[in-house]
């Protein structure tokens, strides 16, 4: 997207709610500065957010803020339901896949990439041994 908005491909980036485009502030701010200079405007549909007047500047940050701390906690009551879920027995992760880590180092002194390992086993290159 800032690739597009440097390049000129369009003059204004409009998102439904701030929390859609960033979720911290720090990328926020960074990022929309960077679009205002290549040119290129910021409009939140559901909140009405001029960043070329102070008060609007004021406002994105605040969202901004809101928008992380709210990525934080939903992060917090995951993990805590995540916890307490183990704790009464249920697996919350996909089942470990059962391969042979032999035939793999074999297939790797052989040459073989990544990719064309976990197609071997069929299983995807970020799958755990």
Known sequence: ML????IGKFQILLVTKIDR?????????????KL???GVAFAATSQPIDTSLA??????QIMACFAEFERSIINER????????????VVCHRPRKDISRK???ELVSKGLSANA?????????????
């Open 3 to 6: 690739q597009g908005a440097e």
């Open 21 to 33: 485009f960033a979720r911290s502030i720090i990328d926020c701010l960074i990022n929309v500065e």
């Open 36 to 38: 205002e200079s290549y």
């Open 55 to 60: 008060m609007g500047k004021l406002t994105l």
């Open 78 to 89: 995951m993990k805590a339901g995540r916890k307490a879920a183990e704790q009464r027995g």
């Open 103 to 105: 035939k793999l180092e």
């Open 117 to 129: 390992c976990g197609k071997f086993f069929g299983v995807t290159t970020s799958t755990q041994v």
